[in-house]
Each structure stands twice: as C-alpha cells, then as structure tokens.
C-alpha cells in the first residue's frame, strides 16, 4: 500500500497542507498532517517537509502500531500523537497540526486550559451549536518525548477531558481532528480563528 493507491485522499490532503502553509501556520516545515486510511493505516506527512509545496511525494503510509510501512521513510517525530488519536476513536478519520503564532504564544500564557465563550465561530467545533456554550480547550506541557506527551493526552480522553476535536501543546502548536479531512480543516480554521480574536482582544480596548 502506497500513497499512490488514495489519489482522491492525496489530492484534498495536498490542498489542505499547501493552504494551511501558505497561512503560515507551519514555518520552517513545522506541523504534520494525517488522514485515516482503513482500521489501522493512515497517511501521514514525511519529517522536515514544506508544507506550502507539499506533493505526493512528501507522504508516507503508516501503520498504528508498527509505524513506518516504508522502512526509507521517516514521519515527524510527533507521530505518536497521530497514531494516538486514531486508536482511541474509530470516528477520527485526520489529525492536522499547526504551529501558528497565536496558538504558541496563548498556549504559552493560559495555564491548563483556554477557555472560550461568546464567538459565533465556536460553531466551527463539533458539537458546539451556541455562542454562549464555553469552550474548554486543554493545554499540555510540551514534551520532546512524544510517546509520554501521548499517554498524557490519551489519559486525558479516556478521563473526558477533551471535550472539543483538538488541544493545545504549551508554545508549540495545535492538534485538531474530525471525522474527515474536510471537518478536520473546519476544526482548524475554527480554533485559528477563534485564537486571533483572543490574541488580538487585549489591543482594542475602545475608549
Ligand atoms: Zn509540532
């Protein structure tokens, strides 16, 4: 199995990385994307690529429990966090994760948890139908050992302690999920979204 046998998956998974790098929202080929495949395959983004100029040939098929089916090829060392979420619900079918410069410095100044209340865009989430419904999105402590910052983040699903598709890493990035590449993306826009307004409240303070 290669990436070459999902050309539709290939094709919206290029579009999404190239836009979202274009954004800025991976400088310096930070982030890594994946998109379910079947039970216990995905594709995933290869280590140290420009997300803005993403191509097939920066993907790699990997396996959840055995990583890399190409032994040639080498995913990000946040791999574990992909593999992570797929195992712990069969309804995430794309983990996206971005480093833009409003989610690494909030991340960085929120303690735990950023809360957010009173955006319409909170709708983007799923799950979330309201405006005035608080939305709690946690923060771990950033880790260079992925697979312990993985047993973190599974710990706290299995405690229900994510209650919207994504997460914060403290001054590193976002994770974010959906059932699909397309709500994965929503999800991401979402949070950006609702992150800018947060970061740039403080600076309009009318008189
Ligand atoms: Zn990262």
Not at 180 to 199: P, Q, S
């Amino acid at each position: 199995m290669t990436p070459a046998d999902h050309p539709d998956i290939v094709e919206q998974f290029c579009g999404i990385c190239c836009d979202f790098g274009e954004r800025g929202w991976c400088r310096a080929t930070s982030g890594n994307f994946s998109a379910r495949i079947d039970d216990c395959h995905c594709l995933i983004t290869k280590s140290g690529r420009n997300k803005a100029r993403l191509t097939i040939e920066d993907l790699m098929m990997c396996n959840f429990d055995t990583g890399a089916m190409d032994p040639d090829c080498k995913s990000s060392a946040e791999t574990p966090l992909h593999m992570h979420l797929y195992q712990l619900d069969d309804a995430v079918g794309a983990v996206l994760h971005t480093h833009s410069v409003a989610a690494t410095v909030l991340s960085r100044h929120a303690g735990d948890s950023l809360s957010i209340t009173g955006y319409e865009m909170q709708k983007a989430l799923h799950n979330i139908s309201s405006h005035e419904e608080n939305v709690t999105i946690p923060i771990f402590k950033n880790d260079q050992d992925m697979n312990a910052l993985a047993e973190r983040v599974t710990t706290a699903w299995r405690d229900g302690r994510l209650a919207v598709p994504g997460f914060l890493i403290a001054g590193h990035g976002l994770y974010a999920w959906g059932k699909d590449l397309d709500e994965a993306r929503r999800h991401v826009e979402g949070f950006e979204f609702l992150f800018e307004c947060l970061w740039q409240e403080p600076l309009t303070k009318l008189p």
